[in-house]
């Protein structure tokens, strides 16, 4: 049992960075793999970056590779998107996400936090 809290989006300017930080609760949390979707206005949802535990790597979306990274804080429990290099495109809702081991979908999810860059 997981429970997600995303913090830390807000305004940015083209260019700028910006940090995210999910905050999880349950003993497990290590052994989950944990990822961050987005979602910007009118459009689906969309996957940003995953850290697999099981594998022990990273994979993100092509939009984003070489600007984000996902990094995680098993002793906090807690989760991170840097972003770097931000773009307008980049402008979104954002959610953190974990999966149960062995499953192929994220089944917990955080509120999400506005991130909003301007050109």
């Known amino acids: 049992q997981v429970q997600l809290v995303e913090s830390g989006g807000g305004l940015v300017q083209a260019g700028g960075s910006l940090r995210l930080s999910c905050a999880a609760s349950g003993r497990t949390f290590s052994t989950y793999d944990m990822g961050w979707f987005r979602q910007a206005p009118g459009k689906e949802r969309e996957f940003v970056a995953t850290s697999r535990w099981s594998a022990g790597s990273t994979y993100y979306a092509d939009s984003v590779k070489g600007r984000f990274t996902i990094s995680r804080d098993n002793a906090k429990n807690t989760v991170y998107l840097q972003m770097n290099s931000l773009k307008p495109e980049d402008t979104a809702v954002y959610y953190c996400?974990?999966?149960?081991?062995?499953?192929?979908?994220?089944?917990?999810w955080g509120q999400g936090t506005q991130v909003t860059v301007s050109s």
């Open positions: 996400a974990a999966r149960t081991p062995g499953l192929t979908n994220y089944n917990y």
